[in-house]
T-cell receptor
Framework: DQQVKQNSPSLSVQEGRISILNCDYT??????FLWYKKYPAEGPTFLIS?????DKNEDGRFTVFLNKSAKHLSLHIVPSQPGDSAVYFC????????FGKGTRLHILP | EAGVAQSPRYKIIEKRQSVAFWCNPI?????LYWYQQILGQGPKLLIQ????????DSQLPKDRFSAERLKGVDSTLKIQPAKLEDSAVYLC???????????????FGPGTRLTVL
């Protein structure tokens, strides 16, 4: 039973436009959420996080939104750049970190 | 600052053989994690160490997998005997503190890609 779901395996976005990656979770005990980015043949790298007491966290071009009532979070990247092409993992934690399956983002020139 | 080191990067073995992976975390990081990432899936935590003690190994298949962290620094993960379904990337990560409910970040190594034939 997947506790963290990323229902879009892939997403293509034009360079300069906004990329929106979505994530749903089922466990209401999760209180900390993270996004990781992964390039081929490399390990995931931490991107941005949000505590359950907040509904938004922003870091440069990256913003994470949390909707606790809907058990949904999203990552916004604006403007999208070619180097953003990667696999993005959503993760959530209570006493351990649970990862989603990932969404492959393609930034089109 | 050097990152998390893992070796080997690739390993091909036949089923029922044994294999071991090595991880050297970032200097000073007390928490070390081993993850299994099967193709098309997200990383799944196998075991978490705090210094040289095990914090969580609830998802480690203990009949065939073992891990140790000598002197609270380097760690090895062993599979004996390997099965076809063990084919995956094995990721090691480390953090200064347990990266749960904190702003402390997990830093991942490049992983070891294991193929079991």
């Amino acid at each position: 039973d997947q506790q963290v779901k990323q229902n879009s395996p892939s997403l293509s976005v034009q360079e300069g436009r906004i990329s929106i990656l979505n994530c749903d979770y089922t466990n209401s005990m999760f209180d900390y959420f993270l996004w990781y980015k992964k390039y081929p043949a490399e390990g995931p790298t931490f991107l941005i996080s949000i505590s359950s007491i907040k509904d938004k966290n922003e870091d440069g071009r990256f913003t994470v939104f949390l909707n606790k009532s809907a058990k949904h979070l999203s990552l916004h990247i604006v403007p999208s750049q070619p180097g953003d092409s990667a696999v993005y993992f959503c993760a959530a934690s209570d006493d351990k970190i649970i990862f989603g399956k990932g969404t492959r983002l393609h930034i089109l020139p | 600052e050097a990152g998390v080191a893992q070796s080997p990067r690739y390993k091909i073995i036949e089923k029922r053989q044994s294999v071991a992976f090595w991880c050297n975390p970032i200097s000073g990081h007390a928490t070390l994690y081993w993850y299994q990432q099967i193709l098309g899936q997200g990383p799944k935590l196998l075991i978490q160490f705090q210094n040289n003690g095990v914090v969580d190994d609830s998802q480690l298949p203990k009949d065939r997998f073992s891990a140790e962290r000598l002197k609270g620094v380097d760690s090895t993960l062993k599979i004996q005997p390997a099965k076809l379904e063990d084919s995956a990337v094995y990721l090691c990560a480390s953090s200064l503190l347990p990266a749960v409910r904190s702003t402390d970040t997990q830093y991942f190594g490049p992983g070891t890609r294991l193929t079991v034939l």
